[in-house]
């Protein structure tokens, strides 16, 4: 497989030629509008037939190039080529280097839906089952008195998600009127009583609907509830018992217990009872914010080097976005569109896209009835870049937001070169 970057005058046909694939097959792959349908700067994915796959490896104490090659089902001369000018008796721990080898990264992987239209989820979720382990169905809220309710007609969804060998979670959120509740996660949490109660409908609901578990999506806890979470917790971990719980917090590079947004997530304690947990590396760039990365890879990696000091690895998932974010500026009006879409817009537009490295994001620019707009999306460089990230850390996989907004790319991407765990 290859990454295909355009150049200004190429055309399709002669990136066909070049690697051997056809038109429509890039076409396909990249969700491109037509075959006429490229500008300067777009990155297409080339996929093509593989024997090895260019695995990533953080040098631990005693690593050689013999253990190496023994653990990844390569050779020696593999990795000696593919890291040229280091020495084989001159490893470092914490070095990364290059491994060619014949297997895939193995990852979990989980992607949301709100199932605002479930018919038609259900006519897509076929064609996403081989890439997720997991689904975390977001229909679920919860009243002041601590009972859980059902927001969005879910029932199918579970079975279908069965019968395609993928997890279906039950994801509770602190909703009030569409919002994120603060006031509702405070009251119910801090309430011995009312903690019951949101634990026993929780978890007698999972198990009524036939889910494998609970996906926990309780956002802007106040930070005095912090312990209250963690009982709350411990409580349903006990009432699931072998089922899942999995559990969304906010992403942060240091623990600041009073902060309104992260304060109430004890990442360390939050592991010691949660099956997963998953950290929210999306959002750097926010609505109504300035134009900025949605998920800049120096921030994600921040991010992973201090959770892996509190949650353990292998129960730890990082988050990827299939949507960017179109700004107006100034003022930063901004709307949501899709990777697919924000790609598309470029194109229609014939706005060249530029890509900035240290994110590892692409951006353009295009004006719209006299007003300036910034959008800044990812794309195939932007998931390669993630998954090496969960490599080299080594965690259990990824979650996606959300499984309706287009993303071929992503998806093409995981077909060729990963092998989701089920």
Known sequence: MAVHVVKS???????????????????????????NSLVPGLALFIPQPQQMYQRVHRVRPGDTYWKLAVEYNTSISGIATANPGLKPGELRVGQI?????????????????????????????????????????????????GYVYVQLEDREIVVRSLQLNVKPLLMIRNLTANEFSAGLAGRVLSNPAL?????????????????????????????????????????LKQALGSLIL??????????????????????????????????????????????????????????IAYAVGQIPPKKLQIAMPLYGYDKVIPGNLTLARSLLASQN????????????????????????????????????RTTIAKFRLIDIYGLAGTTFWQLSLPAPQNWAYIRNAIQVVK
Do not use: C
Request: aromatic share 12%; hydrophobic share 40%; proline share 8%.
């Open 9 to 35: 005058g190429e055309s399709l046909w002669a990136i066909s030629r070049m690697y051997g694939i056809s038109i429509r097959e890039i076409v396909s792959v990249n969700g491109l509008p037509s075959a």
């Open 97 to 145: 280097i290059e491994i060619p080898s014949p297997l895939k990264l193995e990852m979990e992987t989980l992607g949301f839906i709100v199932p605002y239209s479930a018919q038609s989820f259900l006519s897509q979720l076929p064609s996403l089952a081989p890439d997720l382990t997991y689904l975390a169905v977001a229909a679920y809220s919860f009243t002041e008195e």
């Open 195 to 235: 903690r019951r109660n949101l634990v026993s409908s929780l978890s007698n609901l999972t198990r009524e609907r036939g889910y494998s578990g609970v996906s926990i999506d309780f956002e802007f806890i106040p930070p005095a509830q912090r312990n209250d979470f963690l009982f709350f917790l411990t409580e």
């Open 246 to 303: 999995h559990v969304n917090v906010h992403a942060k590079t240091e623990d600041i217990p009073a902060n309104p947004i992260i304060g109430a997530y004890d990442y360390r304690g939050i592991a010691s009872i949660a099956d997963i947990v998953a950290v929210m590396t999306i959002d750097y760039g926010y609505p109504g914010g300035p134009p900025d990365p949605i998920s800049p890879l120096w921030w994600v990696e921040q991010v």
């Open 345 to 380: 817009l470029a194109i229609s537009n014939w706005r060249p896209i530029q890509f900035d490295l240290r994110s590892q994001s692409p951006h353009f620019r295009y004006r719209q009835n006299n007003q300036e707009h910034v959008v800044w999306f990812e794309d195939i």
